[in-house]
């Protein structure tokens, strides 16, 4: 029997980001097929930071690109992050235990066939381009996740 999996990724934190594609991995080892659906904070995960751009953008866009991490190791931790000082603390210890980072999770996840879908009106409010996302991810509309999630074995929202 196919088990389907759904995660909407709402967090932009480091710690978070890194527990959904963990999942997302394994489950993918398990045969079960994955998405993923970012929205608002989420978003950052999926930013490539090769491709942001500040071209066509109001000021408010503008500001909230210079702002934000720009892309996953940018991304902070949600408890402790200190300044940076306790996301470093945690990503040398993931190097002390030979763990891979979050980018290797989110690589893993691409190479998996795991479904990035982003939601397009959170796209809109932040201010992004759609060419400013990894070239898997697809843009969709609020609705159109739903009947995923609805018809997933699983639902998680993180």
Same mark, same amino acid.
């Given at each position: 029997? @196919?088990?389907?999996?759904?995660?909407?990724?709402?967090? +932009? @934190? &480091?710690?978070?980001?890194?527990? +959904?594609?963990?999942?997302?991995?394994?489950?993918?080892? $398990? @045969?079960?097929? %994955?998405?993923?659906?970012f929205a608002f904070w989420g978003?950052?995960?999926?930013?490539?930071?090769?491709?942001?751009?500040?071209?066509? !953008?109001?000021? &408010?866009?503008?500001?909230?690109?210079?702002?934000?991490?720009?892309?996953?190791?940018?991304?902070?931790?949600? !408890?402790?992050?200190?300044? +940076?000082?306790?996301?470093?603390?945690?990503? /040398?210890?993931?190097? @002390?235990?030979?763990?891979? =980072?979050?980018?290797?999770?989110?690589? +893993?996840?691409?190479? =998996?066939?795991? =479904?990035? &879908?982003?939601?397009?009106?959170? %796209?809109?409010?932040?201010?992004?381009?759609?060419?400013?996302?990894?070239?898997?991810? /697809?843009?969709?509309?609020?609705?159109?996740? $739903? =009947?995923?999630?609805?018809?997933?074995?699983?639902?998680?929202?993180?």
């Amino acid at each position: 029997m @196919d088990k389907r999996m759904n995660l909407l990724m709402f967090s +932009g @934190d &480091y710690d978070k980001a890194m527990a +959904g594609l963990i999942l997302a991995n394994t489950a993918r080892e $398990l @045969d079960v097929e %994955v998405t993923m659906f970012f929205a608002f904070w989420g978003l950052f995960l999926v930013r490539d930071p090769e491709k942001m751009t500040l071209e066509d !953008k109001t000021i &408010y866009e503008k500001i909230m690109g210079w702002m934000t991490p720009k892309g996953p190791e940018a991304l902070p931790l949600s !408890k402790m992050n200190f300044s +940076g000082l306790g996301k470093l603390m945690l990503t /040398e210890m993931i190097e @002390d235990n030979e763990a891979p =980072k979050l980018i290797h999770f989110l690589k +893993g996840a691409r190479k =998996k066939n795991v =479904k990035f &879908y982003a939601c397009k009106l959170s %796209v809109e409010i932040m201010g992004f381009k759609p060419e400013e996302f990894i070239p898997e991810l /697809e843009i969709i509309e609020a609705k159109t996740y $739903l =009947k995923d999630a609805l018809e997933s074995d699983m639902q998680l929202f993180i």
